[in-house]
């Protein structure tokens, strides 16, 4: 990791409304850790009053001021936690000293930590979560600072008028956090590298994924809002890296990315329709990505499921029937699209957007 850079505040540039996600795959970043120090309190003053005319002045010195509080607030504008790449260290004002004259000492200011939505915050000392970032609004103090010292003023009584002391300000919270993205998106597009699912991405919505003809051309997730009817609800789109054997183990781009499809409210799991050399059958094929599924996060095979046969320009008719044959057999509703010839992808947004709207409806 490379030097620190201490800034207490952190935004990005403004994002298109039609492509969620532009970022280069080299600065794809999900994950950070960052150490979080909250500013100290101000020490109370101890001052007596020292003013012609006035004999019996007495104590006359201020609190401290309160030392400022380091926030992680979300920034819909963001992508990725690339900003904390090379961010070690936040730090918050500390408070000012009170001063004579009752003069209080002013607070200091509050470090923000700006996140896209999606983003875990834990303590990693303590393992507890700290916050959990789902809008562009939220906001969650996650390090306290310390409060400012009451001055001599504060003290006196009329047993003891002239106090000579004051209280110290209070240290600020301070801890070792860790910030995970998991990508907050409606739908998720599943299944083995080269199903398609970079160009279907990039059919539907303003998204460019690298698409080329060898597997894993997508090396981190692609979002994209899908419009049907300017009058309607979109919906956001996400491009996930395929999965292969043993992902949920490691192998391939493994958990790394696996993570993403948590949130992701309705899963379109896409199978090659093209004969492929040398390949799986369908059943496998399909078996292969479910078992990486289930072995990650077993809900995952709960959630609502769209089986999507792709390339169906190019489709061989033997695995046309054995996708509807394991279709039935999981009781999953099919479809067939092709991404050349727009056949058949009218229909899967339809169905999408639908299914979407009940699920919504649940959630409410």
Known sequence: MSDPAPPTEHSGPAASPHALHSTPAL??????????????????????????????????????????????????????????RHTRHVRADRGRH???????????????????????VDDTTSGERIAEILTGEEEVVVARGGRGGRGNARFATATRQAPDWAEDGREGEERLLRFE??????????????????????????????????????????LGVVAIDPLREPFVIADL????????????????????????????????????????DVGAEVSTVER???????????????????????????????????????????FEVSSVSRAGVPQLLNALEEELARVRSRAE
């Open 27 to 84: 600065v794809f970043i999900d994950e950070a850790t960052v150490h979080v120090q909250a500013g100290r309190g101000g020490d109370g003053s101890v001052a007596f009053r020292r003013e012609k005319y006035v004999p019996r002045g007495g104590p006359s010195g201020g609190d401290g001021g309160d030392g400022g509080s380091v926030i992680v607030a979300g920034d819909r504008s963001l992508n990725t936690l690339y900003h904390l």
């Open 181 to 222: 993205l998991k990508l907050l998106a409606d739908v998720g597009l599943v299944g083995l590298p080269n199903a398609g699912k970079s160009t279907f991405i990039s059919v539907v919505s303003a998204a460019r994924p690298k698409v080329a003809d060898y597997p894993f051309t997508t090396l981190v997730p692609q």
């Open 292 to 334: 990486e599924l289930g072995a990650f996060n077993p809900e995952l095979l709960r959630r609502t499921r769209f089986l999507v046969g792709s390339k169906l320009d190019a489709a061989d008719q033997e695995r046309r029937l054995a996708l509807r044959h394991a279709a039935d057999g999981r009781e999953l509703r099919v």
């Open 241 to 280: 890296p395929g999965l292969i054997a043993g992902a949920a183990s490691g192998a391939g781009l493994g958990v790394q990315f696996l993570k993403h499809i948590e949130r992701c409210r309705v899963l379109v799991h896409l199978v090659d329709l093209s004969a492929a050399p040398g390949g799986q």
């Open 98 to 120: 009170g001063e004579g004259s009752n003069r209080a000492g002013r607070s200091g200011a509050d470090a923000r930590i700006r996140v896209p939505p999606g983003t875990i």
